[in-house]
């Protein structure tokens, strides 16, 4: 072969490497892209910032129908509300009570009424000491007992705490026990999380592209 | 010149031209190049006032135009005798994520991709081994016995590596302890995404998309103004609410009170009073001497 012709054999195979090349770039080939399920927005329940209850003083607060709470509407003055037990001991609530399940404690230590509530005065609750309290302060009654607690809420590590840290600029506004705590069943409720990360594959998907597509 | 020549010239020439302009195609993908005035914005630490302003202008510009919705945009800066430290009770987490979403949106991320600053591990109870953790539980109701919960986001590290690596300066400490990125200056190399032990950084692999009636038009420059493709970003303690002397967005959200934010060197803060009072306390991979400022706590 000439000189002429070797370099015309280079030049052409070149060329040619170059074309393939650029062909494969343009038609992508080796780079695929399978089509990713589009992410739905969040339910805007997650980002609800309102606590599960409403304590007695929200209801105070927001001046709203406190007919449920007058308890001499059905019970008597003079007489205090009779405590009925099963043949285990337990508690039976009364059916007019339909919404109250006890719970409260482990093995039910402390489902007698009367440990909070004043027979005498029903309005009234009775922290052992012999204190007696409104509806609105149900953090000491609940504090007489949970004393840490108690003592961690006020300085604002226990519970919820939002508004401003920086006091000075700002109000706080702090959650009462009964904000998140069903009095009578206190156990934290149990929820549905929020959806978690969205990775680019199903987890535990096989490598490689669906059916064919691009 | 004679005609074999410039024939076999031309042909090498315009192959090889054809597959270098081929090989460039990915460029045809990005769709979020700067504007001149962005490209020539100085570094944040050299801004005159009188810069920013303009600066913010241009920003509450470009975000009406593309929001339609006009933001108010502050160059938020730290405040004295302040420094930030995170709390975190791991017996009250429950795992619900809604800090994760609360995030979301207080911090206009991007919707799909969906970037998440705060991720959330289910561990096994009686370890703290994150080899066992699972990122993607996703049971009916939470929490599930035998676990708990722990939630990781940037960790605000007293010596940050994120920093160290950074070679153009986008991302620095500030004197109120929060590590901030300068979003007009990062180069997306990802050396801070790779230097990070926590995975605490994210990228911007595509340009953000955030629906438009989700976008929060309360930003700061260092915050959570709307990021374009190829910058990284992280959780910066919701700086546009923790500067004006509020609380963090996944703080107001938790349900369970499990999260504490505040001034460490106020003696009167709840974070004060958690670190002197409660017992236990977890830095992550305290070994690595990164010091986060963020310590996980057990109490009854």
Redesign the interface.
């Given at each position: 072969m000439t000189a002429n012709a070797k370099?015309?054999l280079t030049?052409a195979i070149?060329?040619a490497a170059?074309?393939a090349?650029?062909?494969?770039?343009?038609a992508d080939a080796g780079g695929t892209r399978w089509p990713?399920p589009?992410?739905p927005?969040?339910d805007t329940n997650?980002?609800?910032?309102a606590?599960?209850r409403r304590s007695y003083a929200d209801l105070v607060r927001a001046g709203e129908d406190l007919s449920d709470f007058d308890c001499y509407a059905c019970h008597d003055k003079k007489k205090p509300p009779p405590l009925r037990l099963d043949t285990n001991g337990n508690i039976i609530v009364a059916k007019e009570h339909p919404d109250i399940v006890m719970g409260h404690g482990s093995h039910g230590r402390n489902n007698n009424c009367f440990n909070c509530h004043n027979e005498t005065n029903l309005v009234l609750l009775q922290p052992r000491d012999g204190r007696e309290l409104k509806f609105e302060d149900t953090p000491r009654l609940c504090g007489s007992c949970h004393g840490?607690?108690f003592r961690?809420w006020e300085?604002?590590?226990?519970?919820?705490?939002?508004?401003?840290?920086?006091r000075?600029?700002?109000a706080i506004e702090r959650?009462q026990c009964v904000n998140?705590h069903n009095p009578h069943s206190p156990r934290?409720p149990?929820?549905?999380?929020?959806?978690?990360?969205?990775?680019?594959r199903e987890?535990g998907a096989t490598a490689g592209p669906q059916t064919g597509e691009e | 010149m004679d005609r074999r020549s410039f024939l076999?010239t031309s042909?090498?020439l315009t192959?090889?031209l054809?597959?270098l302009?081929?090989?460039l195609?990915p460029l045809l993908e990005m769709n979020d190049f700067p504007t001149m005035e962005r490209f020539l914005q100085k570094y944040y630490k050299e801004m005159t006032p009188q810069d920013m302003d303009k600066v913010l202008r241009r920003i509450e510009n470009e975000v009406e135009q593309q929001y339609g919705l006009r933001p108010h945009v502050r160059d938020l800066k730290p405040?004295n005798g302040v420094e930030f430290v995170y709390c975190l009770?791991l017996t009250r987490c429950?795992?619900?994520?809604?800090c994760?979403?609360?995030c979301?949106?207080e911090n206009n991320q991007s919707?799909?991709?969906?970037i998440?600053y705060i991720?959330?591990l289910r561990l096994p109870d009686g370890s703290l081994d994150t080899d066992k953790a699972e990122?993607?539980?996703?049971?009916?109701?939470?929490?599930e016995k035998g676990y708990f919960y722990m939630p990781v986001q940037c960790q605000q590290c007293k010596n940050p590596p994120c920093v160290k690596v950074c070679p153009v300066h986008a991302t620095w400490q500030e004197k109120d302890g929060i590590t901030v990125i300068d979003y007009d200056w990062c180069i997306g190399c990802r050396y801070c995404e790779a230097a990070c032990p926590y995975w605490a950084r994210r990228f911007n692999f595509t340009k953000p998309s955030i629906?438009k009636e989700?976008l929060n038009p309360e930003m700061a420059y260092l915050g959570n103004r709307p990021r374009r493709q190829g910058v990284m970003e992280k959780c910066h303690f919701c700086l546009q609410r923790?500067r004006?002397?509020?609380?963090p967005a996944c703080?107001?959200?938790?349900?369970?009170?499990a999260r504490?934010?505040?001034?460490v060197l106020d003696p009167n803060?709840?974070v004060s009073?958690?670190l002197r009072?409660k017992r236990v306390f977890i830095q992550l991979k305290e070994e690595m001497g990164t010091s986060p400022r963020f310590f996980y706590y057990f109490?009854?």
């Open positions: 370099t015309g030049l070149v060329c170059f074309s090349l650029a062909l494969a770039f343009l990713r589009a992410i927005l969040v997650f980002l609800d910032k606590t599960t840490p607690t961690d300085a604002g590590a226990h519970g919820r705490t939002s508004g401003y840290w920086d000075s600029l700002g959650k998140c934290f149990s929820r549905k999380p929020a959806p978690g990360p969205h990775p680019l987890i | 076999r042909a090498v192959t090889g054809a597959a302009a081929a090989s195609k405040m009770n429950i795992g619900c994520r809604k994760v979403h609360a979301v949106a919707r799909d991709p969906e998440q991720r959330v990122h993607f539980y996703a049971p009916d109701s939470v929490p629906p989700r923790t004006a002397g509020r609380y703080l107001e959200v938790c349900p369970a009170g504490k934010f505040g001034n803060s709840e009073y958690i009072s109490d009854v």
